[in-house]
């Protein structure tokens, strides 16, 4: 009894995946939209990682200079309102608010606003780093004749990524899983065509599915990698 049920089940589970995958060739589908998934995501680390950047440098500086209030109050601004609202009410805003064209690109538009919610995270995990580094490596950059910029890059920033990857992975990861959302704005990412095979096929099930292994995956081997850079600067800071 039980190598039916056994054989019945694998059977069912071939057909849906045949359904599902082969096909028509709906793996097609899966792959373009994986493409998409991954153009958005790389698009938006790349902006949250320059804003959120700026934005930490900005803090930090305007804590030691009272001149730049203004900044540090419009970047407080910027992260309380983008951690305080969810990703999917901001896409939608920035979607219907500012990518108001016929023309307009929906991958940019995705990227642009994972991006610019990715960078209020980026910017708090940033400025950690930065206050995590002694303050005496300021001083000594500044005593070698470095201005500001040049000592936080050269010096400061370098120091801090060491202090931050494992927290900076775990957004990148993150925001990766937060694109499945783009089909909100019609892009038609990996979760979109799971989404589509699914009403082709009448079984929603297998293709989402195929998706969420998609996305473990991908996050699995983001993980792999990190913890391949951070083993890299240990021995680095060992030797």
Known sequence: MKGILLSGFFQNFADAFYKAVIKDQRYLA???GLKVTLLISVLAILIGTAIGLVVAVV???S????KMWILNKLCNLYTTVIRGTPVMVQLLIIYNLVFTARD???????????????????AEIIR???????RGQMEAGRSLGFNYIQTMRFIIIPQAIKNILPALGNELIV???????AGVIAVTDLTKAAQYVGSVTWDVLPPLYLAAACYLVMTLGITKILEYFERRMTQGDNH
């Not at 950690?128 to 002694?134: H, K, W």
């Not at 925001?175 to 959302?181: A, P, Q």
Request: with cysteine.
């Open 30 to 32: 899966y792959l373009d």
């Open 59 to 61: 803090k930090v500086a």
């Open 175 to 181: 925001l990766i899983k937060e694109t499945s959302v």
């Open 128 to 134: 950690a780093g930065i206050e995590s580094v002694d």
């Open 104 to 122: 307009t690109n929906e991958i940019i538009v995705g990227a642009v606003c994972f991006g610019i919610n990715s960078g209020a995270y980026v």
């Open 63 to 66: 804590s030691q200079n009272k």
